[in-house]
């Protein structure tokens, strides 16, 4: 079976008859469509273009309190009938699991809710044209490769994809979406030899249609590489340190990482015990919002066919709720918050689709830099070392040392380590937050974060 001749409701259902057959006393399928198209350029000619299509299934089967996942890339219905076979065998072989299990019927998301097309997840105009995508990143090149100070653009590059899913289980469940994604990145390099700095921009859209103007994507792409060059090694010590809007995202996501059911079940996150308790500064509130209006991650239903919902996991500071899915949720006596996801090849597991961060009393960033006075503004972080049972965290970053409240000049080669627990605690946000990112997160100041330097 070929991507075009896709038919998610009849494979899903085929994949459970062929499990009943082998012995499933309970079961869920998974089929995923998925095609792209992509275009690459590099020094103002095309260096790349693909396109690509494809189909993946997934079933789990469970016997008792035993369950086994299998997938693969292939619909027919002798690979679907091997497939059943080989996971309930699999299944009988593995070590119980007394928390595995389907939803109960009387839970599942009712039919009104499993409806994808109020949250405007596709594409309405469908595949662009590849010399689109094409001209997108040439415009966007160019325009980086004007910003005086650039020397070269590493790349730039246009895409767009969709991802068509059903969903079906033995439960009486069944459904499916679509969503569609388009992006443009551009990296720029400025300088020379040595003193060569890069950096980038990447936006991503639900249709091509819906992205920034390519130029000025280029062109701040441009101006960001400029911005680095000359830089130094900031000052060793305790400071404070503001983490930009491009990369505050990652202190939430240490914070969900830590509130997933999964981590908690097994002791290993360092919220543990926490549930009542204040973890981010008063006024401050992290909510999920798995139906936002067009949202990179919006859907209609988890992965085990529960309807989503807003959740707030803390509120006013503080936390309320952990990640669940089914199997989390009964280990810690809790039900599930409808967060299951899962791919082909996988059982369920929680996860969190939009999230945004919000604050009582938000400042304006460049207030946020005067009131700091002199630290650290990081832009850019690499690798991490987080200590999931203690919150220890440590990674290595660039971006500007500011004195005197403001920038004085760009730094890198830097580490920046401190304790997620009281780093948490002691939040400030800006009023910076990107509404069209997944996770819509301010700027954040940060108090008392080692700073290793030069």
């Known amino acids: 079976m070929t991507a075009s001749q896709f038919d998610g409701a009849r494979i899903c259902e085929a994949m459970l008859e062929a499990a009943r057959a082998a012995g499933a006393e309970q079961a869920d399928a998974l089929a995923v469509r998925g095609e792209s198209l992509s275009a690459e350029v590099r020094g103002r000619v095309l260096e790349q273009a693909e396109r690509a299509e ?42 119980e699991d007394p928390w595995c299990g389907l939803a109960d019927p009387s839970d599942l998301a009712p039919e009104a809710l499993r409806d994808a097309a109020p949250l405007a997840l596709d594409d309405p105009a469908g595949a662009p044209e590849p010399g689109a995508l094409e001209s997108l990143a040439l415009t966007a090149e160019a325009a980086a490769l004007g910003v005086e100070g650039v ?9 767009w994809s969709r991802r068509e899913l059903w969903l079906a289980a033995s439960n009486g469940f069944a459904g499916g979406y679509a ?41 701040e792409a441009g101006e960001r590489a400029v911005a680095r060059l000359d ?51 008063a006024g401050m509130t992290l909510i999920e919002e798995p139906r936002r209006l067009a949202g990179p991650s919006s859907r209609p239903f988890d992965a085990e066919g529960l309807p989503t919902r807003e959740t707030a996991f803390l509120r006013d500071g503080v936390l309320e709720s952990w990640v669940l899915d089914l199997a989390s949720g009964r280990q810690l006596g809790l039900a599930s918050t409808a967060n299951a996801t899962r791919g082909p090849g996988s059982a369920p597991s929680p996860g969190v689709t939009n999230l945004r961060l919000l604050a009582e009393e938000p400042k304006p960033r460049a207030e946020l830099i005067a009131a700091m006075g002199t630290g650290l503004l990081v832009t850019s972080l690499i690798g991490a070392s987080i200590n999931p049972n203690t919150g220890d965290y440590s990674r290595g970053a660039s971006g500007f040392w500011v004195e005197d409240g403001e920038i004085a000049y760009p730094v890198n080669e830097i580490t920046v380590a401190g304790n997620l627990n009281r780093m948490l605690a002691s939040l400030v946000a800006a009023d910076d937050a990107d509404p069209s990112r997944g996770a819509i997160v301010p700027s954040l100041l940060v108090e008392g974060l080692t700073v290793a330097g030069g």
């Open 54 to 95: 494809g189909i993946d299934v997934g079933l789990r089967v469970i016997v008792g309190r035993r369950q086994a996942v299998v997938s693969a890339s292939d619909a027919s219905g002798d690979v679907i009938a091997a497939l059943a076979e080989r996971a309930v065998a699999m299944a009988k072989a593995a070590p």
């Open 151 to 159: 020397t070269q653009a590493e790349g730039a590059g246009a895409s």
């Open 179 to 219: 969503r569609a994604s388009a992006g443009l990145f551009v990296s720029a390099i400025a300088g020379e030899g040595l003193g060569m700095e890069r950096d980038f921009r990447f936006e991503s859209r639900r249709a091509s249609s819906e992205l920034p103007d390519p130029e000025t994507i280029g062109r």
């Open 231 to 281: 830089a130094k090694r900031a000052p060793t010590g305790a400071w404070p340190v503001i983490f930009d809007e491009r990369v505050s995202s990652s202190l939430v996501s240490h914070l969900i990482g830590a509130a997933s059911g999964a981590a908690v079940a097994r002791g290993s996150s360092w919220l543990k015990g926490r549930m009542g308790e204040r973890v981010l500064p």
